[in-house]
């Protein structure tokens, strides 16, 4: 049944008079005009062009590598980086594309300058470093086409800044508990921002790529410390954190979140039994025990978001 139809039908089981049918037609939206269709196929194109305008011009130095000096290097990358940064200022139809390549440089600038003289800075500082001087970029190009990338090296810095304080290795024991908590705290902090930036709800891409990213370190953390010899305490630290953000979410009701989380959940807890079911040596019992728990796990999540949502949409 079309619109057109839903409408017609509940003006007249309703008996709406004239004014009242016109002003339900208005709210519905149904004659509004189609979104326009070039608004996402220039964007696409920005992004696009923005991309191989980087990747051609990394294939070109990398092909005259050996025939440039240290300062023409040097200079290539500044002038492409200032010339994208003025080139956003002055053309705000394409602020966004400039921007990505202003930040994308800003990166390759900061790998040179790192892999040329040596400074024997731990690879997490570089990734801190390019998101605290590309942040000002990302803020003034008010673009989640900045804000994603802009997002994806946050997180790595903090994965990175996590493995680095944790002997340079991903253990999972009682001394690297500390940090991995900050590694934690610093990734809700991440989502959190994203969240309160200005516009994050009409372009949330860089905020769900932040909750993606920290979900699968959380986790991933969590079940390092699971199968580690002796269950760590990070199993239950980071299952801890995990439900807090699913409560969050729940009240919230943003259902990227609360589907991420939620699974992130339900395979923590089906992990934690195969570990039971392992160390206790089940047999077929056992395996078939985790799959029925399994899909209980995820049909109940499934179901309650689902309420919940339908919830959020009845008070709305």
Known sequence: ?????????WTARQGLDA??????????????????PWTPLRRGAGALAAGLIGFGLILWVAANWDDFGRALRFGLLEAVFA??????????????????????????????????????????QLFALWAALGLPIAWASRSDLV???WALVAATGIALWMETFGGHGWRFDAATVPVHAIGFVAYGLLCVGLARRAGAQAQPWAWRLAVLASVIAVSGTALGGLFARHVAPQYFLGLGVIGVGLV?????????????????VDTLLVAGLVRVVVDAKGDIGGLFLIGLVACGLLAVSVSLIMRRMRAAEARR
Do not use: C, I, K
């Open 83 to 124: 010339a994208s940064l003025v080139a956003a200022a002055l053309l705000p139809a394409w602020r966004a594309p400039l921007a990505l390549a202003a930040f994308l440089t800003l990166g390759g600038l900061l790998a040179y300058f790192g892999q040329t003289y040596q400074t024997g800075a731990d690879t997490y």
């Open 19 to 36: 004014s009242s049918a016109r002003r339900l037609r208005v709210l519905s939206g149904v004659d509004d005009p189609p979104d326009d």
């Open 248 to 264: 969050l979410a729940w009240r919230l009701a943003e259902v990227y979140a609360m589907s991420a989380l939620a699974l992130a």
């Open 147 to 149: 804000w994603t990338p």
């Open 1 to 9: 049944m079309s619109l057109h139809e839903q409408l017609y039908q």
